[in-house]
């Protein structure tokens, strides 16, 4: 992805070899061991020639020789842990860095005392600048009826299959009472294009389906009422700055990364943990339990707002600044 957002974003981009170590056969660790050897090589000529003040990492097997190389010619650095939970090459490399941000206090416990700065997870301005509407006016913009709740579906660019097929099932239920917003992602898009002309029309005019939303993602954030998504890194922070209560599912085959990540919003009080093999049972209650209680989705809510940082992005730049004067 970074190959095309960064340098749409007017920035330069240098890649260097890599590949990842941990959970991977032996063959591969073999062959990918090989590839870090290379990067070591690319990343001590990258930083000869750029000469930075210091460097901000953010995890990722790629990050380790980069990381190693900064700590050889003392280069000051601080690594971003989005997640609550580090994985192996943050756990490695934290012992090369200078300071840690991170999303959540959960994270403190990973690593040595005084090392852990928690700044929150920067949500990108233009999601934060659909805050400056109200629900009525983002579901106005958005198309949706603005005198029905709200429930938002998404499972990431490129989608979540299991959660797509489980509303998709449940679909003729829930639009007899409620507008769904799914946002599909592009692998499943046909799938789920095609399963939205076989509704009736009564129930079709409050369906709304995109394989994909960019801009118009701030508005679905802030028309909905509860969400049905991922646990990935980004709803830390993107679900408290709408202050949006959600029903999180974990990617089975995400390690313990989104499990953590679901259970710390769960366990304050902003969000409900389904697993993923139970969703074809377990979605429709838990969407009607919630979604119909306006006095549980405000105590969600709010305990969801208690967890914005809005100054994530200024602290990290800060600590970045720290490392430097």
């Given at each position: 992805m970074e190959e095309k957002l960064v340098p749409q974003a007017g920035l330069r981009l240098a890649t260097i070899d890599g590949g990842p170590i941990a959970g991977v056969p032996i063959r591969d660790k073999a062959m990918n061991a090989g590839r870090l050897g290379r990067g070591l090589v690319q990343a001590n000529r990258l930083l000869r020639e750029f000469r930075p003040n210091v460097l901000f990492l953010t995890g990722g097997y790629v990050n380790v020789p980069v990381a190693l190389v900064a700590r050889t010619r003392r280069i000051p650095a601080a690594v971003y842990?989005?997640?609550?939970?580090?994985g192996a090459a943050i756990k490695r490399i934290s012992r090369w860095v200078d300071k840690i941000g991170c999303t959540a206090d959960g994270s403190q416990r990973y690593f040595k005392p005084g090392q852990v700065v928690v700044t929150g997870y920067p949500v990108r301005t233009e999601l934060r600048q659909a805050l400056s509407l109200s629900r009525v006016e983002a579901r106005q913009a958005l198309g949706v009826d603005v005198n029905r709740p709200n429930l938002f579906v998404f499972g990431g660019s490129r989608g979540a299959q299991s959660i797509n097929r489980a509303?998709?099932?449940i679909l003729p239920e829930l639009l007899i009472d409620a507008e769904v917003v799914h946002v599909s992602g592009t692998l499943t898009w046909d799938e789920v294009?095609?399963?939205?002309?076989?509704?009736a029309p009564e129930l079709r005019a409050h369906y709304h389906?995109?394989?994909?939303?960019?801009?118009e993602m701030a508005l679905a954030f802030r028309s909905a009422d509860l969400i049905v998504a991922r646990a990935g890194a980004s709803m830390l922070g993107e679900g408290p700055a709408f202050g949006v209560p959600a029903i999180l599912v974990p990617y089975p085959h995400a390690w313990r990364?989104?499990?953590v990540n679901a259970d710390?919003?769960?366990e304050r009080g902003a969000a409900i943990r389904l697993n993923d093999d139970m969703l074809q049972k377990d979605l429709l209650p838990t969407v009607r339990q919630l979604l119909f209680d306006d006095r549980r989705l405000a105590a969600m809510a709010q305990a969801a707002w208690k967890l914005d940082r809005p100054q994530a992005a200024a602290d990290l730049a800060q600590l970045l600044q720290l490392l430097v004067t």
């Open positions: 842990l989005p997640d609550v939970e580090p509303l998709m099932a294009d095609e399963n939205a002309q076989t509704l389906p995109y394989p994909y939303l960019h801009a990364y989104q499990k710390y919003l769960a």
